[in-house]
């Protein structure tokens, strides 16, 4: 033996290109012959916030004294033409879900947890539930394509409209609530029989196009008196020219989500293929309302991967007035928690990777129907829970303001930040660390 | 010549053809007079192709409007029942809750879309997409439609006494349709039905409703609705789509 016989054969050596992920999805592609639905949002490893640092202070910047100096969280939402604007006293929201794809405790714990901390939540398809609108202090009212459940009645009991135009894991795509997830009450709420498919319309049935959507924007507006704030929200495709036609149609305020954000079910390959990271939303859009005169008049929303405090506080200083959550809030109220690990393996998962949100049978009680399965989750709980990631991601945000002597975090801003990587610095228009350069900047811009 | 009604005032059963008029009153007091009226008859004079006239309407009360009017007129009317003596734009009556939208010209596109109940009636002929993704509403077109009518539509009738246009009924749930004229063609998952008693008592009525007699035979038209093989997906019918 001369220690050698191992090299006889090659050493297993794993494809770049043909991983072991790309190689099961081939597999289960062949097997089944039908593409992956899935929920959740993107899992690809994209140009994110973590590429971002904040400088802090120096000898030329004046920190705040933490826990001291006050370092203001609130937001004016809605104050370009409604007569009644919405505050939230911190710059983050409840992205908009639907009952459906959520169980009916899931909406409640989300309104009970956003009013604890004064923000505001966001109905979704299938209009607006008793339990949610009792919960919540501050009640978006999402617009949607499918129109399932939408009455005037509902849009006069909201504080807010959202028109939906796109979201960021499909940007162009509708939605299917598979016939498992379709109740007595879900199939009720949306005018159609129980048990079948509910395709949630792409587009709008009765408009097209910008100049469409300002008439419906004024039918909107005239229903309501001309009081609620008017959303718009796109999914992150062409943020400078949707931004720029969506203040055009008249919106008060633009919703952008990135590719990042979450979805309760669509196609793998729409999620993972189509749209722009967050990271390279922000400051298109940003720029199309300063050439416009209307930042901090219309304004901005940004979602889409949002974990932490410090992607609240880069959002914010890339530009945005708020950011919105919808995937880290379901996993404040215990969705993909280790507690129900057993439950996850029986459905061939383990917690931290459970996305099939579309099929109902959610072992926390989230994404589900089920009524035994519902049972789960303890609305006051969870939403105590979310108050709890709220609070910390709001403080989170304020340190990080103090240290770069912010007394609002609105005041944060691109000369704060720095990127580490020179796709991040293209992307989000700030140096690449070190260094004066900002990839794609002349010297004169 | 109509009385003047005050804007803003709360109408009563004694306003009577109360005169709105948009040369000098704005779409936003118009609106607001109707809105707040819970009761009476009102015309609106000069409506010059207005967007979103008398939409939001939530009482008993009639309107009448002289002349053309732009997008969403009637718009998720509630109870109200609203004549319009011209053509009707993009969106007529859309989301209709109830009462009763009367077009007695043309109607654009995208006509009683999403309309949730009440009765739309339209003397001429309708464009594109009329009835999609109705959810209960009833539609009576007294000449022809356009293509895509009734797509997606989940509930609800719509009769046409004329013809329709291509792909009528695509991806249609349980809302029934009625045509008298000639069909251009079906859409996905949508086919002609048997008439039975229960059908033919319905589309008399909404016959009746929409002030049309008995010259029009119920015998004449044919039913369509949905053939409820995409309800639930299934990897052998990706060709239907």
Not at chain 2, 151 to 164: E, H, R, S, T
Request: glycine share 12%.
């Amino acid at each position: 033996m001369t220690g050698d016989e191992r090299w006889i054969h090659t050493p297993p050596r794993e494809s770049a290109t043909f991983d072991r992920a790309t190689i099961a999805e081939i597999h289960r592609a062949a097997a089944t012959g039908i593409y992956d639905i899935r929920g959740f949002g993107a899992k690809r490893k994209l140009p994110h916030f973590d590429d971002l640092l904040f400088l802090g202070a120096s000898i030329s910047r004046y920190p705040l004294e933490g826990y001291r100096e006050k370092c203001g969280t609130n937001v004016v939402l809605g104050t370009r033409f409604a007569k009644k604007p919405i505050e939230i006293k911190i710059p983050i929201t409840i992205a908009g879900m639907s009952f459906g794809s959520l169980s009916a405790p899931a909406k409640e714990a989300l309104g009970r947890g956003a009013s604890a901390v004064g923000t505001s939540t966001t109905t979704g398809d299938g209009g607006m539930t008793e339990e949610e609108r009792a919960a919540s202090s501050l009640l978006v009212y999402q617009y949607l394509p499918s129109r399932y459940g939408m009455e005037p009645d509902q849009i006069r009991r909201a504080d807010a409209i959202e028109i939906v135009i796109g979201q960021g894991a499909k940007p162009g795509g509708g939605g299917m609530l598979l016939g498992q997830k379709i109740s007595e009450r879900v199939a009720t709420m949306r005018t159609l029989p129980a048990g079948i498919d509910q395709r949630s319309a792409c587009r709008h049935p009765d408009w097209t196009g910008p100049d469409d959507l300002e008439i419906k924007i004024l039918e909107l507006r005239e229903i309501t008196g001309w009081e609620k704030p008017i959303y718009v929200k796109v999914g992150a495709a062409r943020p400078y020219y949707d931004t720029a036609l969506a203040v055009k149609a008249g919106a008060d305020v633009v919703v952008l989500d990135g590719m990042q954000g979450g979805t309760a079910a669509t196609q793998d390959v729409f999620i993972e293929h189509c749209g722009l990271p967050t990271l390279a939303a922000i400051r298109p859009a940003v720029k199309a309302l300063t050439e416009l005169d209307m930042h901090r008049k219309v304004q901005l929303i940004v979602s889409g991967g949002i974990r932490s405090g410090a992607d609240v506080a880069k959002a914010l200083a890339l530009g945005a007035d708020a950011v919105s959550i919808g995937t880290a809030a379901l996993i404040a109220l215990g969705d993909n928690h280790p507690r129900w690990e057993e439950d996850y393996r029986k459905l061939g998962t383990t917690a931290g990777c459970y996305d099939d949100w579309h099929e109902g049978r959610d072992p926390a009680g989230i994404t589900t129907q089920d009524p035994e399965l519902t049972k789960r989750l303890d609305p006051v709980a969870a939403g105590k829970r979310l108050a709890n990631y709220l609070s910390v991601l709001t403080l989170e945000c304020q340190t990080i303001a103090r240290a770069n002597g912010k007394s609002h975090v609105h005041n944060l801003e691109p000369e704060d930040l720095v990127a580490l990587t020179v796709e991040a610095a293209a992307m989000a228009g700030v140096p690449l660390a070190g260094t004066n350069w900002i990839p794609g900047r002349g010297p004169q811009d | 010549m109509s009385p003047s009604v005050r804007v803003g005032m709360k109408a009563t059963h004694e306003t009577q053809n109360a005169g709105l008029d948009m040369a000098s009153l704005s779409l936003r007091q118009v609106n607001e007079s109707l809105q707040k009226a819970e009761a009476g008859s009102f015309v609106v004079s000069n409506p010059r192709g207005a967007h979103a006239l008398a939409a939001g309407l939530v009482s008993p009360i009639d309107v009448t409007v002289e002349g053309h009017v732009g997008y969403y007129c009637g718009g998720m009317n509630q109870k109200a029942s609203i004549t319009i003596n011209g053509n009707a734009g993009t969106g007529v009556a859309e989301n209709m809750m109830s009462g009763r939208v009367h077009v007695k010209g043309d109607a654009s596109q995208s006509a009683g879309a999403t309309g949730c109940g009440g009765l739309l009636v339209i003397d001429g002929n309708a464009s594109a997409r009329l009835g999609i993704s109705l959810r209960g509403l009833n539609i009576v077109v007294k000449g022809s439609i356009g293509h895509m009518a009734a797509f997606m539509a989940q509930a609800g009738n719509i009769v046409v006494l004329g013809d329709a246009g291509d792909a009528l009924g695509d991806s249609i749930y349980e809302a029934r349709l009625f045509v008298r004229g000639k069909v251009k063609s079906l859409g996905t998952d949508c086919i002609a039905k048997e008439m039975r008693d229960e059908h033919r008592t319905l589309l008399r009525g909404l016959l009746d409703a929409a002030g049309i007699g008995p010259e029009v035979d119920v015998a004449e038209f044919t039913r369509y609705g949905s053939a409820r093989k995409l309800y639930n997906f299934h990897i052998d019918n990706l060709g239907s789509y």
